[in-house]
């Protein structure tokens, strides 16, 4: 039986989400550009005097805290000028929690922020990037691909597994003793029930949401399949050369 303090926290949860999809559509209206099936989480801030030079494209993800900003007023009490400047996201990029994205900054396609970065230049196509101010370090599809080869059987799990305390804490805190890192996939979830992911996606496709997910995980079963006909490969004549 759920108890008075779980209901209140539930509650407040509930009119807070409701909080911020209302904040956010009066920022729409205010002319915020936000694409299709862009995924904002929790206190996500964008500059309220100038949200209409804010624009977020297709596919992106803003994690909790990030803030987004369209003026910079550090020279008006000095020269009585505020700076002022469009900030554009393209599209499939990743923004990692707290990152502050500066005016006059295009970040993308497909590039990604890491948590903290002040971002105070642009950003190109592909690119990971981080620090303060931030500055890139790699390219994201050659970060997926070495995430990608570091999966096994072994290290990879379902969220709703996780979530359901079917794998437990324990289980993972040795699991990450054993490998280092474990994988969780099955996210984003689909079930029309999950309504605290689902309710943080803006102008939702969802067809267009699962073919991507299974997109993914096709692409990912590719790349195992690679790695281990290369790995079988190279076994194969490192046996074959040692023979008399």
């Avoid at 759920?2 to 904040?23: G, M, N, P």
């Avoid at 299709?36 to 005097?49: H, L, Q, T, W």
């Avoid at 490998?179 to 939702?204: A, C, Q």
Wanted: glycine share 6%.
């Amino acid at each position: 039986m759920q108890t008075l303090s779980s209901i209140l926290k539930f509650a407040a949860a509930t009119l807070y989400r409701k909080y911020e999809a209302l904040r956010l559509k009066h920022l729409i209206a205010r002319g915020l550009i936000i694409g299709k099936n862009v995924y904002i989480n929790r206190n996500v801030i964008f500059d309220a005097s100038f949200p209409y030079l804010i624009e977020i494209r297709d596919n992106c993800r803003i994690s909790t805290g990030v803030r987004f900003m369209a003026h910079d007023a550090t020279t008006s009490h000095r020269i009585g000028v505020t700076r002022v400047a469009k900030v554009r996201i393209l599209e499939g990029t990743f923004i990692g929690e707290y990152a502050i994205i500066l005016p006059g900054v295009t970040i993308g396609p497909n590039a990604l922020i890491a948590a903290g970065a002040v971002v105070n230049r642009d950003i190109g196509e592909d690119m990971c990037a981080a620090g303060n101010p931030a500055r890139p370090y790699g390219k994201f599809s050659e970060l997926l691909e070495r995430y990608s080869k570091k999966i096994t059987e072994e290290t990879i799990f379902d969220m709703q597994d996780v979530d359901n305390s079917e794998v437990t804490i324990e289980e993972i805190r040795k699991l990450c003793d054993v490998h280092g890192n474990i994988y969780l996939r099955g996210k984003p979830d689909f079930d029309p029930r999950n309504t605290e992911w689902l309710s943080r996606v803006i102008n939702m496709d969802l067809a267009a949401l699962e073919q991507q997910h299974r997109n993914a995980l096709e692409k990912l079963s590719r790349m195992r399949a690679s790695l281990s006909r290369d790995l079988s490969e190279t076994d194969k004549a490192e046996k074959g050369g040692t023979q008399p």
